[in-house]
């Protein structure tokens, strides 16, 4: 129960970190930053640090999916054994990362960044976010994307797993 609650916290994170970074992209774009000015070194450090939320979610995420595999080694064997191919083992665990573990945190990571960006918070530290719905939008396309090619690794390692070895306990 836990390791759910923790892959849902870097799903919405992840969302989150590129939703802000793409409402400061776009208020950068429109003009709202100056050339040489102090907001270019405000700029750069929200990125490295939206990059590095990025990169621990996405390690976070590949270690809570080989977690769940590895928990769920012996179903997967049945249904290798049955007859599953392989394709079919590894479109089971990429929709099973997408629709009933990624879905809700992302909306609401790429819904809570813009509501994040057009709060006064922001002003207090003289950011100008730009908000918008293509930004929530875009947010939401790039994290689903982001958490399919976390989910990759997991996923052809669970395609991989030879029947016998899931029902003897070695494996993954």
């Known amino acids: 129960m836990i390791l759910k609650r923790i892959s849902y916290f870097h799903y919405f994170l992840t969302a989150f970190a ?10 950068y774009q429109k003009g709202q930053l100056f050339a040489g000015s102090a907001y270019e070194t405000a700029l750069l450090i929200l990125n490295l640090f939206a990059a590095g939320v990025i990169v621990i979610c996405a390690l976070g995420l590949i270690g809570n999916l080989l977690t769940a595999i590895q928990q769920n080694r012996r179903s997967l064997g049945v249904h290798l054994a049955v007859g599953a191919k392989p394709g079919d083992i590894l479109r089971l665990v990429l929709l099973d990362t997408v629709l009933k573990r ?21 002003k207090l530290f003289t950011l100008p976010f730009s908000p918008s719905l293509g930004n929530t939008v875009w947010c939401i396309l790039a994290s689903l994307s982001f958490l399919l090619l976390c989910a990759l690794y997991p996923a052809v390692t669970a395609a991989r797993l030879h029947p016998a070895e899931a029902w003897k306990g070695e494996g993954i």
């Open 18 to 27: 590129l939703g802000l970074t793409l409402s400061i992209h776009s208020s």
């Open 102 to 122: 990624a879905i809700l945190p992302v909306l609401l990571g790429g819904a809570g960044s813009q509501l994040f960006a057009a709060s006064p918070i922001p």
